[in-house]
């Protein structure tokens, strides 16, 4: 320490220790100021859970980053009262970082962060196997049940699909699969109940519940944003008029893994509980994962008065008023015929 090493210095005679210690004076001055280290990629540093001061001064020490002069950053941690608020995490100490901003950064906790990105339109199934195959992410709930994984998030008796908000969520090593789950559901929670309250009250939902639903079918139906609100327009004016929604993802997502790439014939005939060729009304749950987007559409869809669409195979889509226009249409689209 630097008040003991002056002491030490002072013992040895007046001049001489007035000499001494102003060279380690010097030295230390020089040592704050100058850089821990210079390598452009940065260096990484893990510090353990539970690791004393000491360890951790030792740690930094060992991987070169306190130039041989580890009681220097014990000195000024401890002038600064810092000593005891060092965090645990994985570090990663960018070039020409000086000791005081290393040590503001441990004390900080600004540890290296990771990132796992929920795209919009997958499903639950999906979102799990993401998460299983992140390796910075702890695995907790590989052996439980969709239901067990929901009643672990609190969300009893609540099918989980759609229920976690599309998102690039950021974390540190060592965060857990419920830990994550459970913020990208509270996202979806917070961003429903939003979005509701600024809902047009005439559109024909029930519930948010009903809008998530709603706004999934959105989501796999049409990747153009410029489409959102006019696909939900479609559907919402259907609803109104209790015509069935007649939408083939979710006759994909009633079929399970049976689905192999197409829909025949048979299988818009087949009854499940989400062919809306067969059914009226909304399917039992969402299909998938809808984005901000998706959901502001579901809640505020455009006015207009067509009531069918069929894919250009560009992506976009054509609208129809009638039945006759969407005959043609599909005869120009689907079939290549003029």
């Known amino acids: 320490m630097i008040r003991r090493l002056l002491l030490t210095v002072l013992g040895g005679g007046l001049v001489l220790g007035l000499v001494a210690a102003g060279a380690v004076y010097l030295d230390y001055q020089q040592w704050l100021a100058g850089p821990v280290h210079e390598e452009a990629d940065g260096l990484e540093v893990d510090i353990p ?3 004393s001061f000491r360890e951790v001064r030792d740690t930094f020490d060992e991987a070169g980053l306190l130039a041989d002069r580890p009681w220097y950053f014990e000195f000024l941690a401890r002038e600064r009262e810092l000593a005891g608020r060092l965090r645990a995490g994985e570090y990663r100490i960018p070039a020409g970082v000086t000791p005081a901003e290393l040590l503001e950064q ?18 639950f199934n999906q979102l799990r196997a993401a998460i299983n ?5 702890l695995n907790t709930l590989d052996d439980l049940s969709d239901e067990e ?7 009893e008796d609540q099918h989980p699909e759609g229920w976690f908000f599309p998102d690039t969520y950021h974390f540190p090593r060592g965060t857990t699969d419920e830990q994550l789950l ?15 309250a600024e809902r047009d009250e005439s559109v024909p ?16 139906e049409t990747g153009q944003a410029a489409e959102r609100d006019e696909v939900a327009g479609v559907f919402v004016r259907r609803l109104r008029r209790g015509m069935r929604l007649q939408t083939d993802p979710t006759v994909i997502y009633g079929m399970g893994s049976a689905y192999e790439g197409r829909i025949r014939r048979s299988d818009l005939e087949t009854d499940t509980p989400y062919n809306t060729y067969t059914r009226h009304g909304l399917p039992p749950t969402p299909i998938a994962m809808p984005g901000r987007a998706s959901l502001e559409a579901a809640m505020n869809p455009a006015e207009g008065s067509s009531l069918f669409f069929v894919s250009r195979g560009d992506g976009t889509h054509y609208f129809s ?18």
């Open 149 to 155: 994984v929901m009643a672990r998030l609190g969300a």
């Open 133 to 137: 195959a992140n390796p910075h992410v």
């Open 182 to 196: 459970r913020r990208a559901l509270r996202t979806m929670q917070d961003t429903l109940e939003e979005l509701w």
């Open 321 to 338: 008023d009638t039945y006759d226009e969407h005959r043609r249409a599909v005869r120009r689209y689907i079939l290549g015929r003029d």
């Open 106 to 123: 441990i004390v900080r906790g600004r540890v290296i962060q990771y990132s796992l990105t929920i795209i919009e339109g997958w499903t």
């Open 205 to 220: 939902l029930e519930s948010p519940y009903e809008g998530l639903i709603l706004a999934s079918i959105i989501e796999r």
């Open 49 to 51: 859970r539970g690791s």
